[in-house]
Nanobody
Framework: VQLQACGGGLVQAGGSLRLSCAAS????????IGWFRQAPGKEREFVSA????????AYADSVKGRFTISRDNARNTVDLQMNSLKPEDTAVYYC???????????????????WGQGTLVTVSS
C-alpha cells in the first residue's frame, strides 16, 4: 500500500498550490480519501475528503470556499487545489484512506487506515 503526496512548496499569501496524492496497492476506488495537515506544535487536523466515487466531498470550515478536492479513479489520484492561501495554512499535508467502504470524513485521523508521507506547504506573509 502506498500513498504519495506531492506538490507542496513555498508560496506567498494569496497564492495557490495544487497538491496531488497518488495511490497504489489497494482498491483505491473503494476508499474515501482525505487530506489532513499538521502545523508545528499542533495536532493533525482534517482538511478535506472525497467519497470513493467522488460524488461527496467535505471540508474543514477553515478552508471552505478556498480549497477544492477532486479525484480521478482511473488514475488513482486525489488532488487538492488550494487558493487564497494564508500563513495559517502552513503545515505538512498528508493524504490518507479511510476504512474500505466508509465515508465519515471528519472522523479522527486514527480512523484513517493508510497514510502518505506528507508534503510541506509554507505560506509566507
Amino acid at each position: 500500500v502506498q500513498l504519495q503526496a506531492c506538490g507542496g512548496g513555498l508560496v506567498q499569501a494569496g497564492g495557490s498550490l495544487r497538491l496531488s496524492c497518488a495511490a497504489s496497492g489497494f482498491g483505491f476506488e473503494d476508499y474515501c480519501i482525505g487530506w489532513f495537515r499538521q502545523a508545528p506544535g499542533k495536532e493533525r487536523e482534517f482538511v478535506s475528503a472525497s467519497s470513493s466515487g467522488g460524488d461527496r466531498t467535505a471540508y474543514a470550515d477553515s478552508v471552505k470556499g478556498r480549497f477544492t478536492i477532486s479525484r480521478d479513479n482511473a488514475r488513482n489520484t486525489v488532488d487538492l487545489q488550494m487558493n487564497s492561501l494564508k500563513p495559517e495554512d502552513t503545515a505538512v499535508y498528508y493524504c490518507a484512506a479511510q476504512s474500505r467502504g466508509t465515508y465519515n470524513p471528519k472522523r479522527p485521523a486514527d480512523e484513517y487506515v493508510y497514510w502518505g508521507q506528507g508534503t510541506l506547504v509554507t505560506v509566507s506573509s
